[in-house]
């Protein structure tokens, strides 16, 4: 966890390295999807199927975690029917500034 919240606390870096991507975007604040793999893996990022949900307001400097997860939580065939729907149910405050478009 001490790992993640490092590359969080650097998360232009990692939009710009292309290892997350920008979901839904509200202003100066938005939602991304991060793909990571574990260090001592010999998987990829994609491969791992591990992902961050994060909630990025660029105004108050804040990156927030919504989900941390694998594909093989997803209960639903769906991954963003089925995050999107735990961040509507779970992250209201969050799902107030994208609710146009979650």
């Known amino acids: 966890m001490n790992a993640i919240n490092?590359?969080?606390s650097h998360i232009d870096i990692l939009l710009k390295a292309?290892?997350?991507t920008r979901i839904?975007?509200?202003g100066n604040c938005y939602i991304a999807k991060y793909e990571f793999k574990i260090a001592w893996s010999n998987e990829s990022p994609k491969t791992?199927?591990?992902r961050i949900i994060?909630?990025?307001d660029e105004n108050k400097k804040e990156v927030?975690?919504?989900l941390l997860y694998t594909k093989t939580d997803i209960q639903w065939w769906n991954e963003t029917v089925w995050w999107q729907k735990l961040v509507k149910e779970n992250h209201k405050e969050v799902y107030e500034v994208f609710n146009y478009q979650i």
Do not use: D, E, G, R
């Open 48 to 50: 791992s199927w591990n």
């Open 64 to 66: 927030q975690i919504l």
């Open 54 to 56: 994060i909630y990025v």
């Open 24 to 26: 839904h975007i509200s």
């Open 6 to 8: 490092k590359m969080l």
């Open 18 to 20: 292309s290892k997350a």
